[in-house]
């Protein structure tokens, strides 16, 4: 049988919004509601945010990677760089975390300076490449879609930008979906409006023409598990964010 392409969400916000609680919520969903399908989540945030949200310990990331074969090619050691290069994706693979019902990867720290381009393009490959071999990607990205474009892969199938209810937060995502419409192939896109202080406030916010897939108001289990540095497989089911990233999947049909 054909494999199908893979499900790829992209989460999407500037900082503060709750994005990575988000994308960590949404692999949990996917795990309990696809639990025959191969799931990959992928920190593309510096901080590493997303493996404390989902209890992974991180040994190894893409960066390191990248960095061991830039170092080689500074010593002039241009055949050893060459074979580092051929072993990327199976040294990609030994990056990848093995948890219950998902596998974790971590792209690490932004890419440096310097006239590696080739490299840094490789790797990129192999990570689409490393992602084909999945049902569903989950994609925890920088605020902007541009690090998300060159830093991992071209395409994704859904966009999810997350705002907060402040005017600043649903300017950005705006802003991203303009970048995206330029740089980013995706099929579909739509907004969480997270940390809403009240549903009152609904009225006076704009995301333009970015549909509303839910609104979450601010959530006391969630601070208190954000306080403690647990992971949010153990949230309860009636949890605001689990309830409204449940909605946002079901409207999304995923």
Not at 98 to 104: K, L, R, V
Not at 151 to 162: D, Q
Not at 212 to 229: H, K, M, Q, W
Request: with cysteine; net charge negative; glycine share 8%.
């Amino acid at each position: 049988m054909e494999k199908t392409e893979p499900v790829i969400l992209a989460v999407a916000g500037k900082g503060g919004v709750g994005k990575t609680s988000v994308a960590a919520t949404l692999v949990r969903l996917l795990c309990r509601t696809h639990p025959d399908k191969k799931i990959l989540a992928i920190d593309a945030d510096p901080a590493v945010g997303l493996s404390t949200a989902l209890g992974i310990e991180v040994c190894m990331t893409v960066d390191d990677i990248r960095k061991a074969v830039v170092a080689q090619a500074r010593e002039g050691d241009a055949k050893a760089a060459v074979e580092l290069l051929g072993e990327a994706r199976c040294r990609i693979f030994d990056a990848v975390a093995e948890a219950p019902g998902f596998a974790f990867l971590a792209i690490g720290r932004p890419e440096s300076a310097g006239c590696y381009c080739k490299v840094n393009g490789y790797l990129k490959e192999v990570i689409s490449l490393l992602a084909d071999s999945f049902d569903y990607v989950v994609i925890d990205g920088e605020a902007g879609v541009e690090q998300i474009n060159r830093r991992v892969m071209e395409k994704v199938t859904h966009l999810l930008l997350i705002t907060d209810a402040s005017k600043k937060g649903t300017q950005v995502i705006r802003t991203v979906k303009e970048v995206a419409d330029e740089l980013v192939m995706y099929d579909q896109v739509g907004t969480i409006v997270n940390r809403l202080p009240s549903k009152d406030v609904i009225p006076l916010l704009d995301t333009g023409d970015i549909p509303v897939l839910s609104y979450i108001e601010n959530d006391p289990a969630l601070t208190e598990f954000d306080i403690r540095g647990e992971n949010v497989f153990y949230l309860p089911e009636d949890a605001n964010i689990v309830r409204g990233v449940r909605e946002a999947v079901e409207k999304l049909g995923i």
